[in-house]
């Protein structure tokens, strides 16, 4: 009997929320939704998250929408919560611009922190961060491009170690950490990084996760390349698979320069290429671990359909998947509630470094506000 993901029950998606949260809810989308209010309110909020005053307004908004707080203590509350419901945590420490060594450091906190709440929690089952979180970007960017001195190299391979040094304390600990994608002209020095170490700590137990968008013409022929080349070298492989937040971007910049655009000309290409990917990564689901990273309710459906298709069990410990806080919770407790792997992906940290990040996640994934109706209608339905 195949499983459908039931979407347009409001007892099945919001079993978490109190009725003053989706009230709440229905009001931020009601802005998000408004083109208007949306294009004023997002300069002002980056200014108010600026000044201490409005600070408290805020925590009573956004934050309980699509933050987990600002403390760990928060954070976990909330994780502990979802848990309750099937649903599973992991924790993305929110900061923005790394380029100081106090910030790097406090992330390289977090992530070993968070490694440590992973071992004693059983709600949250991975830890991921962004690399360019304790590199800056500057440094993979010029790595990436060939254009880094002598000085620059060896300044890189100083951060290779500590992040060596992270891993070696996941695999200790058989925690899977996974490091986010980025822009493809800072992706190499990431990607190179991160295939050393796949090989060196993978042998058993998928410590690394690495992230490929498939919005990018490459990367279904490198995911290919990337299994068959775990295979051959007798390690696990770990994957997230996501679309892509960087879109526009990408093709502003290669029109610039001059370059072909190496992200996918339609929608269509993207959604097949990252289709694919998901039938991979279940049929090498004995090797690889994969996160489908996605708002997408078919592509979800595709992962069920397979998964059944194949007899594999729907919590297979090497099949997850993740939405992100606040956004398409119905997707997310639908496959809860099928006995998925869901989990969501939930942003802390204070006010000041969170708004700007979440600014810039939500620029980055305007396509989540194309759910934005479906969400209207859903919560208006729940608070009926
Ligand atoms: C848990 C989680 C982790 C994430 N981690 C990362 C990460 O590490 N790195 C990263 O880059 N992103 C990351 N993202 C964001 C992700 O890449 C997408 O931007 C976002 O999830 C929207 O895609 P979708 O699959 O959810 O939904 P959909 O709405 O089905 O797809 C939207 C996406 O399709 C693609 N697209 C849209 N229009 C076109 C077009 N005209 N031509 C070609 N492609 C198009 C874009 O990638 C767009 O973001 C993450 C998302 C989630 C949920």
Same mark, same amino acid.
């Given at each position: 009997?195949?499983?459908?993901?039931?979407?347009?029950?409001?007892?099945?998606?919001?079993?978490?929320?109190?009725?003053?949260?989706?009230?709440?809810?229905?009001?931020?989308?009601? +802005?998000?939704?408004?083109?208007?209010?949306?294009?004023? *309110?997002?300069?002002?909020?980056?200014?108010?998250?600026?000044?201490?005053?409005?600070?408290?307004?805020?925590?009573?908004?956004?934050?309980?929408?699509? /933050?987990? *707080?600002?403390?760990?203590?928060?954070?976990?509350?909330?994780? !502990?919560?979802?848990?309750?419901? *099937?649903?599973?945590?992991?924790?993305?420490?929110? +900061?923005? =611009?790394?380029?100081?060594?106090?910030?790097?450091?406090?992330?390289?906190?977090?992530?070993?922190?968070?490694?440590?709440?992973?071992?004693?929690?059983?709600?949250?089952?991975?830890?991921?961060?962004?690399?360019?979180?304790?590199?800056?970007?500057?440094?993979?960017?010029?790595?990436?491009?060939?254009?880094? @001195?002598?000085?620059?190299?060896?300044?890189?391979?100083?951060?290779?170690?500590?992040?060596?040094?992270?891993? !070696?304390?996941?695999?200790?600990? =058989?925690?899977? +950490?996974? /490091?986010?994608?980025?822009?493809?002209?800072?992706?190499?020095?990431?990607?190179?990084?991160?295939?050393?170490?796949?090989?060196?700590?993978?042998?058993?137990?998928?410590?690394?996760?690495?992230?490929?968008?498939?919005?990018?013409?490459?990367?279904?022929?490198?995911?290919?390349?990337?299994?068959?080349?775990?295979?051959?070298?007798?390690?696990?492989?770990?994957?997230?698979?996501?679309?892509?937040?960087?879109?526009?971007?990408?093709?502003?910049? $290669?029109?610039?320069? *001059?370059?072909?655009?190496? +992200?996918?000309?339609?929608?269509?290409? @993207?959604?097949?290429?990252?289709?694919?990917?998901?039938?991979?990564? /279940?049929?090498?689901?004995?090797?690889?671990?994969?996160?489908?990273?996605?708002?997408?309710?078919?592509?979800?459906?595709?992962?069920?359909?397979?998964?059944?298709?194949?007899?594999?069990?729907?919590?297979?410990?090497?099949?997850?998947?993740?939405?992100?806080?606040?956004?398409?919770?119905?997707?997310?407790? $639908?496959?809860?509630? /099928?006995?998925?792997?869901?989990?969501?992906?939930?942003?802390?940290?204070?006010?000041? !470094?969170?708004?700007?990040?979440?600014?810039?996640?939500?620029?980055?994934?305007?396509?989540?506000?194309?759910?934005?109706?479906?969400?209207?209608?859903?919560?208006?339905?729940?608070?009926?």
């Amino acid at each position: 009997m195949p499983s459908s993901l039931i979407l347009d029950d409001p007892a099945v998606a919001y079993p978490a929320r109190s009725k003053g949260e989706l009230r709440l809810a229905y009001r931020l989308y009601r +802005v998000v939704t408004n083109r208007l209010l949306y294009k004023i *309110g997002m300069p002002l909020l980056m200014l108010a998250s600026r000044i201490p005053l409005f600070h408290p307004l805020i925590r009573a908004t956004l934050f309980r929408i699509f /933050i987990g *707080g600002e403390t760990v203590a928060e954070v976990l509350k909330v994780s !502990e919560r979802l848990y309750q419901h *099937g649903v599973y945590s992991i924790l993305d420490f929110a +900061v923005e =611009r790394a380029e100081s060594p106090e910030t790097q450091q406090k992330v390289l906190q977090a992530v070993y922190e968070n490694i440590d709440r992973a071992v004693e929690r059983d709600e949250i089952p991975l830890v991921v961060f962004k690399l360019t979180g304790i590199t800056g970007v500057e440094l993979p960017e010029r790595i990436s491009l060939g254009t880094a @001195t002598e000085a620059e190299k060896q300044r890189w391979q100083g951060y290779e170690e500590k992040v060596r040094e992270v891993f !070696e304390y996941a695999r200790q600990r =058989r925690i899977t +950490v996974c /490091i986010d994608a980025e822009e493809s002209w800072i992706q190499p020095a990431i990607d190179a990084l991160v295939h050393r170490l796949t090989w060196e700590m993978n042998k058993d137990f998928p410590v690394v996760m690495q992230t490929i968008q498939l919005y990018r013409t490459d990367r279904l022929e490198y995911y290919q390349w990337y299994i068959d080349e775990c295979r051959l070298r007798g390690v696990y492989g770990a994957m997230k698979l996501v679309r892509g937040a960087y879109l526009e971007k990408e093709r502003r910049r $290669a029109a610039e320069k *001059g370059y072909p655009s190496p +992200v996918h000309k339609t929608k269509a290409a @993207t959604d097949r290429d990252f289709n694919r990917a998901v039938l991979l990564s /279940i049929a090498h689901a004995d090797r690889i671990r994969s996160i489908i990273a996605t708002h997408n309710v078919q592509s979800c459906q595709l992962a069920v359909d397979e998964l059944q298709q194949r007899d594999l069990p729907m919590n297979h410990s090497n099949i997850w998947f993740s939405q992100l806080y606040g956004i398409r919770d119905n997707l997310t407790f $639908a496959l809860a509630r /099928i006995g998925a792997n869901a989990t969501k992906y939930i942003p802390y940290g204070p006010v000041k !470094e969170v708004i700007p990040y979440l600014l810039r996640r939500m620029s980055e994934n305007a396509d989540a506000l194309n759910y934005a109706p479906e969400e209207l209608r859903l919560l208006k339905k729940a608070l009926s």
